[in-house]
């Protein structure tokens, strides 16, 4: 490195962009590009920024793999940002060997780290912390380190663990204090900020109130039946019937929990499950199929009994019967989720994290859009989407998870 | 030409608070090390360090018998060793792009990172005397013996070489181990090399064949 790339690869990581463009903005050689590039991403630019790890990236060409690497972790670590999901993962997982067998193991943890962030971001839990234990944390610069924490929070958010999101926070603020760079400092305030607000809505018969995560940890440990209609899941404990795929089933479970311990009379599950006013005697067919298929889904948790106007919830083990329902009951709540990040998003990348299929997303976004809680920027495929103001949208339990019953 | 594995015989470091060793220099007790905001001073026998002066250290140093000379931003510093004070500053040859910095018959010896080029340099007026092309990235200078030896790292690629100082042709070359590169080359002299080592923050010793002589 030479004495102005050294000055001012200090003034990046020291949070400084202006003194760094200070010192390099009219050189154009591969080691000034790249810095210049990591400087316009942390002044925000990052349209300039992709364009100058890239310009860089080929002026190193094929003879410095390394720095080559460096500029394509640069290069995903924007995309990240920029919620651009689909290209970052391969990226990051060649560029990641490519510094580990050059010895750059900072570097190399830093490509972990994100490829830790992205594999959280798309609620692939178990793979994110896979990632997070392959490196020491020590090796990491500074700045990453509070980024590390955060995904060890996200993690722990997501599983429904507070005691383990609230030690990794404290960590992740102590972090940022620490290298003193402002907007750490605001991000990991807002996670805060977003972890202390009400995560779900209990409602049973005679109480409707919300609830912190905390207070659903609680609950999860207790013995008591959970409709838990964030996740789409049903469980007593540990023991966890999913019921993603089949919103009928969930429908009608929720109906009964509701009222439990009394019974749901036929008419209403027809309404709930079905959106029918005067059912007939093909509905009712139906209902007797659909009951079928919930008896034996929950088969593990709870009977269902028949009374004489309709049915009712008997839990196995549990003496209770909560559903957890979203704060704000949406018609695409996790979605809004996402975007409650505060990030805009392409609709691709909420495809990907929500696994469920372009179209689906993109009618859900024109639906959102119409009644004005999201808004799109950007034509074609730089178009992103951004959450209106939804004051204190409330995300943890609504976030993409995968393997929760871990 | 001579061609070996360099002999790694110590290894310095890494420091509290050093996360780059940027340069070395040797005044005959202490190793001077670059360390970006601060030049250190480290002790070869107990590997600690002693002093620090508060001087802007981003790229080579290197020492005359008397002051300290150091590269920050686009600028050789004539620094003060016992004060700390920055007695005088000359344009690097490079303009930034300088990296490796030694002291021989009364010049100032430059290498030009990128630039693949080691400059001699009047001390007094930074005028540029003459110039010596390398084929490799230069990252250190320094002369022993009468002979000029420098640095390089290209990607994940190291050594120290010794060259003809008419010609630049490569007349001996020892291979660093792969990962491990050299920012900053110094000799105290005798049969040891000092290698700073980039962002491992750390400093290797590694020993030199006298030739026959």
Known sequence: ?406 | MKHSAADIIREYGPFPDVDDVAGVSFDGSHIWLATGDRLRALDPQSGEISRSLDVAAHAGTAFDGEHLFQIADAVIQKVDPKSGQVLATIPAPGAGGDSGLAWAEGSLWVGQHRGRKIHQVDPGTGKVLRTIESDRFVTGVTWVDGELWHGTWEDSRSDLRRIDPETGDVLERLDMPPGIGVSGLESDGGERFFCGGGSSGKVRAVRRARSGG
């Not at chain 1, 002044?43 to 793999?65: M, N, Q, Y």
């Not at chain 1, 190399?108 to 780290?113: F, K, L, R, T, V």
């Not at chain 1, 609620?123 to 392959?134: F, K």
């Not at chain 1, 020491?136 to 060890?152: F, K, N």
Request: net charge positive; proline share 5%.
């Open chain 1, 1 to 406: 490195m030479d004495s102005l790339i050294a000055a001012a690869a200090r003034a990046l990581s020291a949070g400084d962009p202006l003194a760094a463009l200070k010192r390099i903005a009219l050189r154009d050689d591969p080691p000034a590009l790249a810095l210049r590039g990591i400087a316009m991403a942390q002044l925000g630019d990052l349209v300039r920024a992709r364009e100058l790890l890239a310009s860089a990236a080929r002026a190193f060409g094929p003879k410095e793999p390394v720095a080559r690497a460096r500029c394509a972790v640069a290069g995903a670590e924007i995309a990240l940002v920029t919620r651009d999901l689909g290209r970052s993962l391969q990226a990051l997982n060649a560029a990641r060997a490519v510094l580990e067998m050059s010895g750059d193991r900072r570097n190399a943890a830093h490509a972990g780290y994100l490829q830790a962030r992205h594999l959280l971001l798309i609620g692939r839990l178990d793979e994110a912390q896979d990632v997070l234990d392959e490196f020491d944390a020590d090796i990491l610069p500074p700045a990453s380190l509070v980024g590390r924490e955060l995904v060890v929070a996200g993690i722990a958010i997501r599983r429904i663990r507070t005691e383990p999101a609230w030690s990794a926070l404290e960590r992740a603020k102590r972090a940022a204090e620490d290298v003193g760079i402002a907007a750490l400092v605001a991000e990991v305030e807002q996670a805060v900020a977003a972890f202390g607000a009400p995560a779900a809505r209990l409602v049973a018969r005679d109480v409707e109130r919300l609830l912190h995560l905390e207070e659903v940890e609680k609950l999860m440990t207790a013995d008591t039946l959970i409709v838990d209609a964030c996740r789409n899941v049903v469980r007593t404990g540990t023991k966890i019937v999913s019921l993603a795929a089949r919103p009928v089933l969930l429908a009608l479970i929720r109906a009964l929990a509701e009222a439990w311990p009394e019974d749901v009379p036929r008419e209403t599950l027809l309404k709930r499950a079905f959106g029918v006013r005067h059912a007939d005697e093909s509905h009712r067919a139906r209902l007797r199929v659909e009951m079928a298929r919930l008896r034996n889904a929950i088969r593990p948790l709870a009977e269902l009994s028949a009374t004489k106007r309709g049915f009712v919830l008997r839990p196995d083990t549990a003496c209770r019967v909560v559903v957890l329902a979203p704060p704000i009951e949406d018609d695409h709540a996790q979605v809004l989720a996402l975007l409650g990040d505060g990030e805009a998003w392409s609709s691709s990348a909420l495809a990907l994290a929500l696994s469920v299929s372009p179209r689906t997303i993109q009618r859900a976004l024109r639906e959102l859009a119409r009644d004005g809680k999201v808004e799109a920027f950007g034509r074609g495929r730089a178009c992103r989407w951004i959450a209106s103001r939804v004051p204190g949208f409330p995300t943890s339990l609504l976030l993409p998870a995968m393997g929760i019953s871990s």
